[in-house]
């Protein structure tokens, strides 16, 4: 029987599955042709407490192992939780280990320990070493309430709470190392927000992605009370998942910890040397997020695929080519409703902010096109649902109007419109698929 969290994990992602708009959750890419590559990512850092006592600090631990290595990481940083008094220490083992009311890191107590802010030294020396930032807010505050395991938590207010605590610390590691981030991975993954907003509103604001992960490299939970048995099991589920299928982790993303665990002790540094050595063995690159996704940019679409090329240069250039759970889904029939959304250019995360005055033809969408050619035909009614079909000969007649109104020259404009015409006889006369979707305004807004 499952559980509740199982439950809601699954409805989540459904719900991601159905969701379209310019920022993508990425938890895993498809496979990079010939080769196996995966990225670490380390949350809660910086970290300057000792990873035992009588050792370095705990990030710098972390810096060196990857180092030695030859791997590259991505740090999910937070700012500072020292601001989040008067709190109360929690039970040791358990979700308020580190504070009832609101996180402490790394530990109850000790926050000047931790943080961008109080220790702006080791967010330089990770940039320098070639690492990446990813965005773990500020105060590292929940986004919204949540009944479990935080039902005692403190969280943020407001959307515009949770933009504000954001972008401090995306201005704050600007200023201090010229650092623009581009991912961000909401603390405890709380998502919602008051109001009926989610992380994904939030992050479409500062032009993030959404940092997931797709295993779990353990280091967090409570500890054994036997810290070598604590290192161990990080180290296990990884062999095993490896020793049943090499290739599994190919394209994958790994939690850890850059921190304590719920029981204040620090196996991850420890775990992370195995582990290493472990993905060494099985041929594995490490490196950063920003490069993994440089290799590999979807889930269920791999670089070597036909349609890759096109898919790829509609996300570049600010369109919206994904469901938010970064799946193409190229087969599945589209709708007016996602044309419309994939037709016009997001901003996010590549191309800039779009001005309001839609002043191009490219900023119509060909939604508009297709409504404004129905209604000229009496047959507008057809486009008015979310999940009314795309008819091919109105795709196809919409794009090429479009040509026809784009700032491009006469040879530019009568090769892309040749290209549309190319890519609708080979679809045949099925229905519009995601993928020839693609496909099309690829060609139409890009020439590709």
Known sequence: MQGPREIYRK??????????????????????????????????????????????????????????????????????TKFKYPDTKGKNG?????????????????????????????????????????NHGFSHAAFGPNKYPYAFRGFLPSFDAVVEDLRALDDFVLSLCGVKMELGRPPHYIDRILGGYDAYDAYRALGYMYLGASFDGGGWQAST????????????????????????????????????????????????????????????????VSELLKMSQFTDLPPDDPL??????????????????????????????????????????????????????????????????MAAKG?????????KKVDRKDIMEACLDVISNLSINEEECARRKALVLKRSREAGDTGVTRGEAIWLLAATFLGV
């Open 11 to 80: 409805l989540k992602n459904y719900r991601l599955s159905q969701k379209i708009g310019p920022v993508r959750r990425i938890d895993r890419v498809a496979p990079v042709p010939g080769r196996r590559v995966v990225a670490i990512t380390f949350d809660d850092g910086p970290c300057a407490g000792p990873a035992r006592p009588g050792t370095e600090p705990l990030t710098l631990s972390i810096l060196e192992t990857l180092k030695e290595a030859g791997a590259k990481g991505t740090f999910d940083i937070i700012g500072s």
């Open 94 to 134: 358990g979700p308020y280990w580190n504070g009832v009311r609101y996180d402490h890191y790394p530990e109850f107590g000790q926050d000047h320990l931790g943080g961008a802010v109080n220790q702006p030294d080791l967010v330089k020396r990770i940039v320098a070493e070639g690492h990446q930032l990813s």
């Open 225 to 288: 009370g036997d810290f070598q048995r604590d290192v161990e099991n990080m180290v296990r589920p990884l062999e095993e998942a490896l020793s049943n299928d090499p290739d599994c982790l190919n394209g994958s993303i790994i939690f850890h910890k850059d921190g304590y665990n719920m029981s204040s002790e620090a196996p991850a540094p420890f775990g992370l040397k195995r582990q290493l050595a472990v993905l060494k063995a099985y041929g594995y690159e490490v490196v950063t």
């Open 308 to 373: 890759y090329p096109a898919a790829e240069a509609l996300l570049r250039a600010g369109y919206i080519v994904t469901y938010a759970d970064n799946r193409v889904r190229p087969s599945k029939p589209i709708t007016v409703r996602e044309l419309n959304l994939m037709s016009v250019p997001a901003g996010v995360p590549y191309a800039a902010q779009r001005n309001s005055k839609l002043e191009d033809a490219s900023d119509r969408g060909l939604f508009q096109v297709i409504s404004q050619r």
């Open 379 to 387: 047959r507008a009614g057809r486009f008015s649902g979310e999940s």
